[in-house]
Structures are given as structure tokens and as C-alpha cells.
């Protein structure tokens, strides 16, 4: 089993990671159907958080697992 990686796009000035999209995962399964585990760090370290909806209609069967850590103050 390989690991593969996809490299979140900034924002702009400030260069900020933004979270993973939908399309990206899509086409990260695409090139690489063998994919059997998409793991997501949601929101980012910076607050953002990833379009898990849209994500689960992209991967089909495949699992889902989404590290929240940063995420415990997000509802205040």
C-alpha cells in the first residue's frame, strides 16, 4: 500500500492552505483508483473547513476519515 499526497492550494496574500476540495479528490482517485482510504485534516490547522459533502459524493465506496482535532472550539 502507497500513501499519496495532495498539496492544498493558498489563499491569496497571505499564502494560507485551504482545504482539500472535492474536485481535487476526484482527481486524485482518478490517476490513482486504487485508493481505498481518503484521510482529510478538517478545518485545517487554519480554521478552513473542507466540503465534506461534496468529498463523499466524489469517493463512492471508499472510506472517509476526517481528523477534527482543530476543530473543538469551531462552535464557539
Known sequence: MQTSWLAPQLTKPFGAPLPISPEQVKEAIKNEPD????YLTSPTYDGLY???KGIK?????RVL????????????
Open 57 to 61: 459524493k466524489v469517493i463512492g465506496d
Open 35 to 38: 485508493i481505498g482510504v481518503i
Open 50 to 52: 473542507a466540503d465534506i
Open 65 to 76: 476519515v476526517i481528523d477534527e482535532a482543530h476543530g473543538a472550539a469551531g462552535y464557539f
